[in-house]
């Protein structure tokens, strides 16, 4: 019997390969989506145990909480990402990548090393607005619905267009008008939007959250989400979310075994499927 | 000419670090031209006409649009005002389809009825692009990419034409019926500026023309002029 709680974390993969889909969808290959979902966790995790204030009277969280956290981690994740990404999006390819890299890491030794931030020992106690794992589930399945939506949306878009041509053509996108830095800053941003609210939920669904939520480990596997399920239209990343998130859990009972698999799916899928399991819909 | 040029090059220098690339070029193109930039490679054809679409920098000199000067200008700005740059090499975007590479053309326009005629438009001078809109642009021969790559650049619908090196690569039957297109495109009444090593077929259809060696203008005049221009037949037409 597989737990309810892995049906969760699966959509939490989900969106956050979503995350890491946006800006790749413009070419941008940014690692930094760990960065901006522990930005999200942290300040859920402090707005909730900080302020009494928000926690209502009942023994229930109240929804509309969490709704403001959500909020309040959206706009500071969103910023963060403007301030960001103007200086750090003129960096190309794996340049870019080493750049995220050190973003996260920075993160996490600022958060790890600041008291406010509950330093090593991270933040507890973080109040619940669900009773059981079943209210998770609905709440992240209806955060994955609207992005996931708002993605496919995109695609069809102008926008979505301008992001598909300056991966596949930077200077041909230029030609055409399409205002590249602008693009990719839009795309870099909005990733960090979906990773921020992602990482709102995850703080209260895992009743605690530290620093080490933002690691490099997160970074790749993040990214193995949207290389195994494909990064050319929205419905890759979350299949790859979802099967890469569950393939360790189900994998448990060959025991030690199951991170060799792991690493061999994530390491043969690329050589036989490049495009990852989902292609895009033209022949 | 007496009256104001639609684009006008003064004293243009372009550079990438310390190595000039154009220098103290004048060129001057009227509504309704066809002009060629001619010269071998390496003289500075392509960064002039990266200059003239800001995809670089002219580091001195002035590109002036209908008396303005485009120096403060992204190349966005450039698209918006009407020029439209058919970049060298074709660069169509191979992983999506002839019409999704159309439509990017058309990508700061909103008026989707007028973008629908100009596709039209673009389907009756390259009927082939009309056969193929719903396959992968990768999946096209030389020349019919060219002959999109073209006509994504008309969708912007350009005041001018900026065409680097359209008969690259192509068979040189592809590369009549290639300027046979442009010339009509020309006779429609859009202004080009025609980049090409091929001079024969580019002073076919063009009025005038301009000739860079090594960065620097040697010639200038009408086609028929270039055309009986001893140097040049020397130099490019393979005369003794």
Redesign the interface.
């Known amino acids: 019997m597989i737990d309810i709680s892995l049906f969760v974390l699966m959509l939490l993969g989900a969106l956050l390969a979503l995350a890491v889909y946006l800006p790749l969808r413009a070419g941008q290959l940014s690692l930094a989506t760990p960065g901006f979902y522990t930005i999200g966790g942290t300040v859920a995790a402090l707005l909730s145990t900080q302020l009494p204030g928000l926690g209502g009277s009942d023994a229930v969280y109240p929804l509309t909480s969490l709704l403001l956290e959500m909020i309040v981690a959206i706009a500071v994740a969103g910023l963060l990402a403007f301030l960001i990404g103007k200086p750090v999006l003129k960096l190309r390819g794996i340049y870019l990548a080493i750049a995220t890299i050190a973003l996260v890491e920075i993160l996490r030794v600022v958060l790890l090393s600041s008291p406010w931030f509950g330093a090593a020992v991270g933040i507890f106690a973080i109040p619940q607005p669900f009773e059981g794992p079943e209210g998770y589930l609905i709440a992240y399945g209806l955060l994955l619905a609207i992005v996931a939506w708002a993605c496919a949306r995109l695609e069809r878009q102008p926008l979505g267009m301008a992001m598909a041509a300056i991966r596949d053509d930077e200077l041909a996108a230029r030609c055409m008008g399409v205002s590249t830095d602008q693009v990719k800053l839009i795309a870099f941003v909005l990733s960090a939007i979906v990773a921020a609210a992602a990482g709102v939920l995850a703080a209260h669904y895992f009743n605690s959250w530290n620093a080490r939520q933002a690691n490099f480990d997160a970074s790749i596997t993040t990214l193995a989400f949207v290389v195994l399920g494909g990064s050319r239209t929205w419905l890759g990343p979350v299949i790859g979310g979802l099967v890469l998130t569950a393939l360790p859990e189900l994998l448990r009972p060959i025991g030690d075994l199951r991170l060799i698999v792991f690493g061999l799916v994530i390491l043969l899928g690329p050589i036989f499927i490049p495009q990852g399991l989902i292609k895009s819909k033209q022949s | 000419m007496t009256a104001t040029p639609l684009l006008e090059l003064k004293q243009l220098g372009v550079r990438y670090g310390n190595i000039w690339a154009v220098r103290q070029l004048n060129l001057s193109i009227a509504s309704g031209e066809c002009v060629a930039l001619l010269g071998s490679n390496g003289a500075g054809k392509s960064s002039t006409l990266r200059a003239i679409?800001r995809?670089l920098p002219a580091a001195e000199g002035q590109i002036l649009w209908a008396n303005k000067c485009l120096s403060s200008f992204?190349?966005?700005s450039t698209?918006?005002l009407g020029i439209?740059?058919?970049?060298e090499g074709r660069?169509?975007?191979?992983?999506?389809?002839v019409l999704?590479n159309l439509?990017?053309?058309a990508?700061?326009r909103r008026n989707k009825k007028a973008i629908k005629i100009d596709l039209d438009y673009c389907y009756q001078l390259f009927p082939r692009l009309a056969e193929r809109r719903?396959?992968?642009a990768g999946s096209l021969s030389g020349g019919e990419q060219q002959m999109l790559a073209i006509a994504?650049?008309l969708m912007?619908k350009p005041n001018l034409l900026l065409l680097d090196e359209p008969s690259l690569g192509l068979a040189p039957l592809l590369v009549d019926e290639l300027m046979q297109c442009l010339a009509k495109l020309n006779k429609d009444g859009l202004t080009m500026l025609l980049v090409e090593q091929n001079v024969y077929a580019a002073l076919a259809i063009a009025q005038r023309g301009y000739v860079l060696e090594a960065g620097e203008l040697v010639l200038e005049g009408t086609a028929q002029e270039l055309r009986k221009n001893s140097n040049l037949r020397r130099s490019y037409l393979g005369d003794e």
């Open positions: 679409s995809l992204r190349t966005e698209v918006r439209s740059h058919c970049p660069r169509v975007l191979a992983k999506q389809t999704a439509e990017l053309g990508w700061l719903l396959q992968l994504r650049a912007a």
